[in-house]
């Protein structure tokens, strides 16, 4: 990566020369060691002219060699992989922009209400963090959720924007977006993880969810969280099909819900944490 290499100048050429983290790594161990070895060797010389001190004190510079070399190493080391961890960090971010851009035109295509994404990918995370996950756990959750209908770019907008009821051929077809999102971010390393959400999401508690009818705790637990918020997000909000709920009538339905739709501990998580997770969905980020 450009902020890892070394950059020198070709003789007789104006292009750049890039050496590899690793080999420039390398190269200044050598360096600084030969320089080390040289100079220590010159004024042990100079000074000690008694042989049985200079064995001890060889012994010495030897000991010192090794300790300031391992020093330089893990610092050398350390900074590269550093540098690294900023540039990989960089390139996710340029990934999740990206796809968030992507989302929004879903979105819209979607007529979904302003920030529905946004809004999931909040109150998903805010409730997995209560619910005790971290590190890549939570990064899942927020792709996941961020991309949970990905599988509907493949279906119609006669069956995605239907005003009325759906009949069961269109029924059948809206429900095979789950594996068409789960086989899409299968394609790609870094969001294998987050398909958990996209495939199991039409999951329910009581087994009779689509499209495998998983059951209760073998629904993943990423799918099980963002499930408690896509329902409160579908119901307090105006789809095409439908207006918003009121807030008292969302929060009965989480309640009904528990145990047959949605795990019950997540909603009773969810309730008790209400007042900082609709904040939070509703608190657009700068």
Same mark, same amino acid.
């Given at each position: 990566? /450009?902020?890892?290499?070394?950059?020198?100048? $070709?003789?007789?050429?104006?292009?750049?020369?890039?050496? &590899?983290?690793?080999?420039?790594?390398?190269?200044?161990?050598?360096?600084? &060691?030969?320089?080390?070895?040289?100079?220590? +060797?010159?004024?042990?010389?100079?000074?000690?002219?008694?042989?049985?001190?200079? $064995?001890?004190?060889?012994?010495?510079? +030897?000991?010192?060699?090794?300790?300031?070399?391992?020093?330089?190493?893990?610092?050398?080391?350390?900074?590269?992989?550093?540098?690294?961890?900023?540039?990989?960090?960089?390139?996710?971010?340029?990934?999740?922009?990206?796809?968030? $851009?992507?989302?929004?035109?879903? *979105?819209?295509?979607?007529?979904?209400?302003?920030?529905? &994404?946004?809004?999931?990918?909040?109150?998903? /995370? +805010?409730? /997995?963090?209560?619910?005790?996950?971290? +590190?890549?756990?939570?990064?899942?959750?927020?792709?996941?959720?961020?991309?949970?209908?990905?599988?509907?770019?493949?279906?119609? *907008?006669?069956?995605?924007?239907?005003?009325?009821?759906?009949?069961? =051929?269109?029924?059948?077809?809206?429900?095979?977006?789950?594996?068409?999102?789960?086989?899409?971010?299968?394609?790609?390393?870094?969001?294998?993880?987050?398909?958990?959400?996209?495939?199991?999401?039409?999951?329910?508690?009581?087994?009779?969810?689509?499209?495998?009818?998983?059951?209760?705790?073998?629904?993943?637990?990423?799918?099980?969280?963002?499930?408690? $918020?896509?329902?409160?997000?579908?119901?307090?909000?105006?789809?095409?099909?439908?207006?918003?709920?009121? =807030?008292?009538?969302?929060?009965?339905?989480?309640?009904?819900?528990?145990?047959?739709?949605? *795990?019950?501990?997540?909603?009773?998580?969810?309730?008790?944490?209400?007042?900082?997770?609709?904040?939070?969905?509703?608190?657009?980020?700068?």
């Amino acid at each position: 990566m /450009a902020e890892c290499a070394f950059v020198g100048r $070709v003789i007789g050429e104006g292009s750049p020369v890039v050496l &590899s983290p690793q080999l420039r790594t390398a190269g200044t161990y050598v360096l600084v &060691s030969a320089i080390y070895i040289w100079l220590s +060797g010159r004024l042990l010389g100079d000074l000690v002219h008694d042989p049985h001190q200079l $064995v001890h004190y060889q012994i010495i510079k +030897g000991w010192a060699f090794v300790a300031g070399t391992g020093l330089l190493l893990y610092w050398m080391i350390g900074r590269t992989v550093h540098r690294m961890a900023d540039a990989n960090q960089r390139l996710l971010d340029g990934h999740e922009q990206a796809l968030r $851009v992507l989302v929004e035109a879903m *979105d819209v295509r979607h007529k979904e209400t302003s920030d529905h &994404s946004e809004r999931v990918v909040r109150m998903a /995370a +805010g409730l /997995a963090r209560v619910a005790g996950l971290q +590190g890549e756990a939570m990064r899942d959750i927020k792709f996941g959720a961020l991309l949970h209908d990905i599988g509907k770019l493949a279906l119609p *907008d006669s069956i995605l924007i239907k005003p009325g009821k759906l009949d069961d =051929e269109e029924i059948r077809v809206m429900r095979t977006h789950p594996r068409i999102g789960h086989d899409m971010l299968q394609r790609i390393d870094f969001l294998r993880g987050a398909s958990a959400i996209p495939y199991s999401h039409h999951e329910r508690w009581d087994g009779t969810g689509y499209p495998r009818g998983l059951a209760g705790e073998e629904i993943p637990l990423a799918a099980r969280i963002f499930s408690v $918020v896509d329902v409160w997000d579908a119901l307090s909000f105006p789809r095409v099909y439908k207006p918003a709920w009121p =807030e008292a009538e969302v929060l009965k339905y989480l309640r009904e819900a528990a145990g047959a739709q949605l *795990d019950p501990k997540l909603v009773q998580l969810f309730l008790d944490n209400y007042p900082a997770l609709k904040t939070l969905a509703l608190t657009p980020h700068p």
